[in-house]
Every structure is written in structure tokens, then in C-alpha cells.
Nanobody
């Protein structure tokens, strides 16, 4: 199973970016998906998560009201729309997904994308 994240880049404060992450490989089912981020010199922090049926989304307080998480189960993708970006949103963003790779799997295994850099600066 591989997770490929893309969509990062440089944006001015107040701007928007959309991150996407696609899961591929031997996938039987995917549970929760979401994003973490790690700013320079800081620990990795959870940003947002979405349930398998896409009915429940949760956000860190720092991004609530500005970021919107969605998923497309037909394409095994999760996307993070980031609006009103602030310099403190600058970080490497990592997507994650809980995956069963076969019907015989008892548990979901967490997989991670390679990270995509978001820089918010004027």
C-alpha cells in the first residue's frame, strides 16, 4: 500500500491551497483518513480526520473553520482544502489512512504519505 500526497507549495497569507492524497496498492478497505503536519522545529500534530463513510470529520482547533476535509472512496483519495492560510500553517503535511489489505486482515494498518511542503509567506 502506498499513499501519494501532492498539492503543496508557496502561498501568501490569506491564500488557499488544496492538498490531495491517493492510496494505491493492495487495498481491501480503508478506515479513517486524514492529515498531520510538522512545522520546523516542532512535533508532528494532527490536523484533521474523516471517517470511512465520510459522514464525520474532525479538525484541530487551530484549523477549524478554515480547512475542509473530504474523501472519495471510489478513488481512495482524501483532500484537504485550506483557506485563509496563515504563516503558522507552514509545515510538511502528511496524509494517513487505516487500511486492510485483504479480507483476512483482522486490523487496520496505518499508512503514511511522503509529505508535502506548504509554505505560507509573503
Amino acid at each position: 500500500v502506498q499513499l501519494q500526497a501532492f498539492g503543496g507549495g508557496l502561498v501568501q497569507p490569506g491564500g488557499s491551497l488544496r492538498l490531495s492524497c491517493a492510496a494505491s496498492g493492495s487495498i481491501f478497505s480503508i478506515n479513517d483518513m486524514g492529515w498531520y503536519r510538522q512545522a520546523p522545529g516542532k512535533q508532528r500534530e494532527w490536523v484533521a480526520g474523516i471517517s470511512s463513510d465520510a459522514k464525520t470529520t474532525e479538525y484541530a482547533d487551530s484549523v477549524k473553520g478554515r480547512f475542509t476535509l473530504s474523501r472519495d472512496n471510489a478513488k481512495n483519495t482524501v483532500s484537504l482544502q485550506m483557506n485563509s492560510l496563515k504563516p503558522e500553517d507552514t509545515a510538511v503535511y502528511y496524509c494517513y489512512a487505516g487500511v486492510k489489505d485483504s479480507s483476512r486482515s483482522l486490523f487496520y494498518t496505518n499508512y503514511w504519505g511522503q509529505g508535502t511542503l506548504v509554505t505560507v509567506s509573503s
